[in-house]
């Protein structure tokens, strides 16, 4: 995600800028002391099942994130990346839209590691999904003493099934994660994306289809498994990132329908 990212960035920047002069003054409110516990991500993870449309339902709060309503992202696993894309809105109802990629991160199957340049990596550890229902993610970088760590709740619909939710919160707690500061986000019937829901809908469920044909595909050995996942992050650097505000509501969406 790219507000991950935009949020270590700021917090690692912060970081860097107090001085012991100030002491604890200008700390960021989501720092706290302390180390990242080790989190292991869902088992087998298959990133491909995991593409396609996640509404953000519930997400730590701070002010490096710029969309903070109607939040959606679209993910796209080509094999050994991650496109994402975050839309939404700022909390002062601007459209919002974010790009970023995520990597398999060398040593840690099954997670993924937000890359920009020239800016510390931020993981990306899928705690506990099913890939059709609930996605409970979680991220957490430690520097200098400190650690930022963040939490989310993610639905393929953008109003979940009440347990799907409480699920995530028990599946996080009982791995040790803090989700006191969990808030939830602004979705339903306000947001950009309500007239387009059912071709967003289609698209998840049409990208979800296709990952599990090749899964099955798979086991029966029919098809060669998508390429292992890349170890070095340099040859995808330069990929086009859209990045941006405003517009941009699924332009894409309507030449697309089947
Ligand atoms: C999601 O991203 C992919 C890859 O960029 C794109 O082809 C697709 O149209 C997008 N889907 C939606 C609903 O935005």
């Known amino acids: 995600m ?12 912060t970081l860097q800028q107090i001085s012991p002069a100030r002491g604890a003054f ?29 509404f953000n339902i ?10 903070t309503q109607c939040a959606m992202t679209n993910y796209t696993w080509e094999g050994d990346l991650m496109l994402v894309e975050d839309r939404g809105l700022s909390t002062e109802g601007v459209k919002m839209r974010q790009g970023s990629l995520m990597y398999p991160t060398e040593g840690e199957p099954g997670v993924l ?16 999904t099913d890939y059709d229902h609930y996605s409970c993610v979680h991220s957490c970088l430690a520097m200098m003493g400190f650690r930022a760590a963040f939490s ?26 803090d989700i006191s500061s969990l808030v939830p986000v602004t979705q339903g019937k306000e947001c950009p994306y309500t007239n387009k829901l059912d071709a967003v809908l289609a698209y998840s469920a049409r990208v979800q289809a296709k990952a599990e044909e ?41 030449k697309k329908t089947k």
């Open 113 to 128: 590691t937000v890359e920009a340049e020239g800016v510390p990596s931020a993981p990306y550890v899928v705690v506990a």
């Open 152 to 177: 989310w709740v993610l639905s393929r619909h953008p109003t979940p099934d009440p347990a799907h939710v409480a699920l995530c919160h028990n599946t996080l707690q009982e791995v040790g994660v």
């Open 214 to 254: 090749r899964e099955a595909a798979m086991h029966k050995g029919k098809v060669a498994s998508t390429p292992p996942a890349a170890q070095t992050v340099t040859d995808h650097r330069h990929h086009e990132v859209l990045t941006g505000a405003g517009g941009g509501w699924g332009s894409r969406d309507k």
């Open 26 to 54: 200008g700390i960021p409110e989501f720092l706290e002391f302390g180390e990242c516990s080790p989190i292991k991500p869902h088992a087998n993870i298959n990133f491909e099942r995991y593409s396609g449309i996640w």
């Open 2 to 13: 790219a507000a991950a990212a935009a949020v270590v960035v700021a917090a690692l920047t």
């Open 58 to 67: 519930e997400m730590v709060p701070n002010e490096y994130v710029e969309i």
